[in-house]
């Protein structure tokens, strides 16, 4: 890839697991990005003390403090746009975002859901896959828009359903595809996003 590494904004509601899978592909220099910051609508979610404990800035900012939904979606754009983020990252942020949000980085704002979208958006998708008997569910990458898990989907893997599989079990293994398959979408958009500055830099000077 040309270019720096992306800088990426991550936000999180709790455990923190495929966060930790993205700094791991970080660090183990298989993915050209950079966290910037986490920030999180919970302060005790223990993705900020992983973030915070790699030294990356990690805040808590809760919907509560604010008077509405804009205003606080304008302070978590400013912080992010503060710290020059070009791709924000939902990774177990158990929120839906709105407009004011949304249109400080359009197309750049991207989700992963633990199941087969457009099946099963919305809490507890693994949960839904078992009670439907589908036999096969699976992990999706996608843009974030309005509409809860409604954006267009980027990637997908699939995870087939076992004989007596729990909804932890059929969770676990589906986490286990998350943190390949959202690492894989950021490297692939930060060399789509150089690659189109490269493009928009060679227009300009022509
Ligand atoms: C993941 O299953 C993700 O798909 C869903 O929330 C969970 C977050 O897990 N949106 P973690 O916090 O990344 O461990």
Do not use: W, Y
């Not at 966060?19 to 950079?34: N, V």
């Not at 843009?143 to 898990?149: A, C, G, K, L, S």
């Amino acid at each position: 890839m040309t270019g720096p590494p992306l800088a990426l904004g991550v936000l999180v509601s709790g455990r923190g697991s495929n966060l930790a899978a993205i700094l791991d592909q970080i660090k183990a220099g298989r993915l050209a990005a950079q966290v910037r910051v986490v920030i999180s609508d919970q302060p005790n979610a223990p993705a900020l003390r992983l973030a915070a404990d790699q030294a990356i800035p990690a805040l808590a900012i809760q919907r509560r403090s604010f008077a509405n939904q804009e205003s606080f979606e304008a302070r978590v754009a400013a912080e992010l746009e503060q710290r020059g983020v070009e791709l924000v990252v939902l990774a177990g942020f158990m929120r839906l975002i709105g407009p004011t949000l949304i249109d400080r980085f359009p197309g750049r704002i991207i989700n992963v859901h633990p199941a087969l979208l457009p099946s099963f958006p919305g809490l507890a998708a693994q949960q839904q896959a078992l009670a439907h008997g589908v036999k096969i569910s699976g992990c999706t990458v996608h843009f974030v828009n309005e509409v809860m898990d409604g954006g267009r989907i980027i990637a997908q893997t699939a995870v087939p359903l076992l004989e007596g599989d729990t909804v932890e079990s059929l969770s676990a293994r589906i986490l286990a595809e998350e943190h390949q398959l959202l690492p894989l979408v950021i490297g692939r958009l930060a060399e789509q996003i150089r690659a189109e500055q490269v493009s928009e830099d060679g227009s300009s000077q022509g």
